[in-house]
Every structure is written in C-alpha cells, then in structure tokens.
C-alpha cells in the first residue's frame, strides 16, 4: 500500500538546514497495483483542469508538496510562474505555452553523434545532482511474495521545467545507463502516469538524436492542465493482430500503443513498445514517445472517459543540438501537440499551419517512414506467434 502521508508528514520534505541535505536518506514511495487509478479520470466540462482544484492521489500529493518545497528554497534555474498559454486556432487544438526562461537558462546539450552512444561518466549524468534534487525512490511492491524486486526509479526535479511539477524519472543511476528505453524505465512512466489522479499528468521520452540533452536513461513527466490531440484522435490498425495502430492525424503521424490498465496487458504493451524501440535504435533512429491517458484505438470517443493509457512513437529524423532559430525545437511533448515557446514573438505570432509545418519538417522521409511501418508491423506479427 502506498505511504499515506498527513499534513504534518514531512519525511518527503527536505530538512531546514542545507547542511542536513548530504546524508538524508532518500524517502521510498512505495506503491501496489491496488494505488494505480484506472477508472473515473476524465477532464472537467471547462478546457482546463488546473491542479489546485483537482482531488489529487497520494502520488500527486506527495510529488506536488515535495516539489513546491524546492521551488521556494530556489533549487531550480529559473522560478516558474504561470505561463502564458494559448489554443492555436484551427482545428487541432494545439496548446502553445511562453518559457523564455527555459530556451535561455536551461542547461547545454551534450554533444551527441549517435542513437547508440555510450553513456559517459565523465559528462553531466544524474550521478552529479544535489541532493535536494531528488524527491523521493519510487518502488514498486513485487505483485506475489517472494518475487523479484523491481528496478528503483529516482523521481528528480527538471532545475529547468517546462510545465509545473516537471520531474525526471531516473532508473538506477548508479547504473550509468546510457539513453536508450529498457522495459522497466517504460513500466515506471506507464504506471507513474496511472500512478496520478490528474488526466493531465504525462510521461515522455526522447531519445539520443531525438533532442535528449543528457546520455543518462531517463523520462520526463510534467502536468499540463489541458486536453491534447493525441488523447483521443482516431487511428488505424496496422496488420491483422491489432496490437500497433497509426495514428494519421496531424500534427504528426505516430505508432499508438494502448493498454486498459495494469496487469498482463500492461506487460505486453511494454514489451511491444521496447521492441520497437530496440529496432529503431539498432539502425540509428532517432524516436521520441509519449504517455497519455487517453480513449482506446480507433474511431474519435464521443466520451470524454479516458479509459485506459495511450503509448505514442515517433520515429524521426535525427536532429543533434538546438536550433536556436526556431519557434520551438520538436521533442516528445512538441509531436504531441504541446509547444513551449521560447519568445514573445513567436508566441504572439505562431499559427497551427506553421507550428504543423515545423514538427514536420522533422518526421522521416516518406520513403523511411514506410519502411519503419512495415518493419514494425512485422515485429508486432512475430510477437502474435
């Protein structure tokens, strides 16, 4: 069961002294399945659902307190207020947010030549962090006595969000994993996502050539309090099985992945998803994926239930460093239709034809795309075997 903490729980909560930071044990969050909520998560009628009216879960409280702490004691780059946000007009229902901060004040990129480089301890890694970076070990009770123990995920705060409660899902640090997706880094996010009470609460992941600025196995997961596109858009099966699905719709076309909630579809869509991304990396594509809840595949729910969590690959072009010109550079959240801007200008200015033609520009060639759909097409055929 799930630590309960009151309001006078403050074993989440950094102690008053900086001093006692160094040797403070890391706080567990341990959970079971009976902790993740599968059922009753929808958006209100409003367009939004900010998280000061939300009936939060353990998971959204825990993190919500322990991360609001280390805004005020200034561990973060920048101190992240509300941000300006806007619908682009037209019919996808793009959300574009103002972060000056973060286009200037987060940290560089390290230099990347390849999908498959070895992590190297020598560069920034999440072995370098403060202390009071992390916020707690997110653990997993093994699911029958005498099982073996999942992997520890450390839940770290992004020092540059953006979005409110932006956090870094960190698997085993010590390990010096380099950035490539393994099955229980993928199991942490899905479950973290079913983990929060909150439809907006999403996990992501970019791989190295994918904009991943740090060579050390990690997710993000932040809160946007909006719908985004890809919660609900229509797809297509692709192959008889109907385990992979195409999402067709802009802004990008993407592979969708979806469970109904945890237990063996849950594994089964883990190990699909990690399949696909082995394959990808093997031959040096770039990917960027995305963890929503959202409606089963197929045709637009007329419901606004999210009834089960929505797994979203892109394969793209491989694109090393940022561009500063642009609006916007294209990662996990950008392909799914949240784009951080990082000036004034831009955001003033931006219109869904330009933000779709941007995103775009960073897809495969058709040629490679199809490729990459029959290749997948056909590991998901294997797995049916």
Same mark, same amino acid.
């Given at each position: 069961?799930?630590?309960?903490?009151?309001?006078?729980?403050?074993?989440?909560?950094?102690?008053?002294?900086?001093?006692?930071?160094?040797?403070?044990?890391?706080?567990?969050?341990? +959970?079971?399945? !009976?902790?993740?909520?599968?059922?009753?998560?929808?958006?209100? !009628?409003?367009?939004?659902?900010?998280?000061?009216?939300?009936?939060?879960?353990?998971?959204?409280?825990? %993190?919500?307190?322990?991360?609001?702490?280390?805004?005020?004691?200034?561990?973060?780059? +920048?101190?992240? @207020?509300?941000?300006?946000?806007?619908?682009?007009?037209?019919?996808?229902?793009?959300?574009?947010?103002?972060?000056?901060?973060?286009?200037?004040?987060?940290?560089?990129?390290?230099?990347?030549?390849?999908?498959?480089?070895?992590?190297?301890?020598?560069?920034?890694?999440?072995?370098?962090?403060?202390?009071?970076?992390?916020?707690?070990?997110?653990?997993?009770?093994?699911?029958?006595?005498?099982?073996?123990?999942?992997?520890?995920?450390?839940?770290?705060?992004?020092?540059?969000?953006?979005?409110?409660?932006?956090?870094?899902?960190?698997?085993?640090?010590?390990?010096?994993?380099?950035?490539?997706?393994?099955?229980?880094?993928?199991?942490?996010?899905?479950?973290?996502?079913?983990?929060?009470?909150?439809?907006?609460?999403?996990?992501?992941?970019?791989?190295?050539?994918?904009?991943?600025?740090?060579?050390?196995?990690?997710?993000?997961? +932040?809160?946007?309090?909006?719908?985004?596109?890809?919660?609900?858009?229509?797809?297509?099966?692709?192959?008889?099985?109907?385990? %992979?699905?195409?999402?067709?719709?802009?802004?990008?076309? @993407?592979?969708?992945?979806?469970?109904?909630?945890?237990?063996?579809?849950?594994?089964?869509?883990?190990?699909?998803?990690?399949?696909?991304?082995? +394959?990808?990396?093997?031959?040096?594509?770039?990917?960027?994926?995305?963890?929503?809840?959202?409606?089963?595949?197929?045709?637009?729910?007329?419901?606004?239930?999210?009834?089960?969590?929505?797994?979203?690959?892109?394969?793209?072009?491989?694109?090393?460093?940022?561009?500063?010109?642009?609006?916007?550079?294209?990662?996990?959240?950008?392909?799914?239709?949240?784009?951080?801007?990082?000036?004034?200008?831009?955001?003033?200015?931006?219109?869904?034809?330009?933000?779709?033609?941007?995103?775009?520009?960073?897809?495969?060639?058709?040629?490679?795309?199809?490729?990459?759909?029959?290749?997948?097409?056909?590991?998901?055929? !294997?797995?049916?075997?």
């Amino acid at each position: 069961m799930a630590l309960q903490p009151g309001p006078e729980d403050i074993s989440y909560l950094l102690p008053p002294n900086s001093e006692d930071w160094e040797g403070r044990a890391i706080p567990d969050f341990t +959970y079971g399945q !009976q902790d993740l909520v599968v059922e009753g998560i929808q958006w209100p !009628q409003s367009a939004a659902g900010a998280l000061d009216t939300w009936a939060l879960s353990c998971f959204d409280s825990v %993190l919500r307190s322990a991360w609001s702490q280390r805004v005020e004691l200034g561990l973060f780059r +920048y101190r992240l @207020g509300e941000l300006q946000t806007r619908s682009l007009p037209g019919a996808l229902g793009l959300i574009a947010q103002l972060n000056v901060e973060r286009g200037v004040q987060r940290r560089r990129p390290q230099h990347i030549r390849s999908v498959r480089q070895p992590f190297d301890p020598e560069q920034f890694n999440f072995n370098k962090i403060q202390p009071g970076e992390i916020l707690f070990r997110l653990r997993r009770e093994p699911r029958v006595p005498g099982a073996l123990r999942q992997e520890d995920i450390l839940v770290v705060i992004n020092v540059s969000p953006l979005e409110w409660g932006h956090v870094l899902l960190v698997p085993e640090p010590a390990r010096g994993l380099p950035q490539r997706l393994l099955p229980g880094a993928l199991r942490a996010g899905v479950e973290a996502v079913l983990l929060s009470a909150h439809p907006g609460f999403r996990v992501g992941f970019n791989s190295l050539g994918g904009l991943a600025s740090v060579n050390h196995l990690h997710l993000h997961g +932040y809160y946007l309090a909006h719908r985004l596109p890809v919660e609900g858009a229509p797809s297509v099966p692709l192959g008889p099985g109907g385990l %992979l699905h195409l999402l067709h719709t802009l802004p990008a076309p @993407g592979f969708l992945f979806y469970t109904s909630g945890p237990g063996p579809d849950l594994d089964a869509l883990v190990s699909r998803v990690c399949r696909a991304t082995d +394959y990808l990396t093997d031959r040096e594509i770039a990917h960027n994926l995305f963890v929503t809840r959202g409606t089963p595949p197929g045709k637009t729910s007329p419901s606004s239930a999210l009834t089960g969590v929505r797994v979203i690959l892109w394969a793209r072009k491989s694109s090393f460093g940022i561009k500063e010109a642009e609006a916007f550079n294209v990662a996990l959240c950008e392909l799914a239709g949240h784009l951080p801007i990082k000036t004034s200008e831009a955001f003033s200015s931006l219109t869904e034809t330009a933000a779709v033609a941007l995103i775009q520009d960073s897809l495969l060639p058709p040629a490679q795309a199809h490729e990459v759909q029959a290749a997948l097409v056909a590991l998901m055929e !294997q797995e049916e075997q």
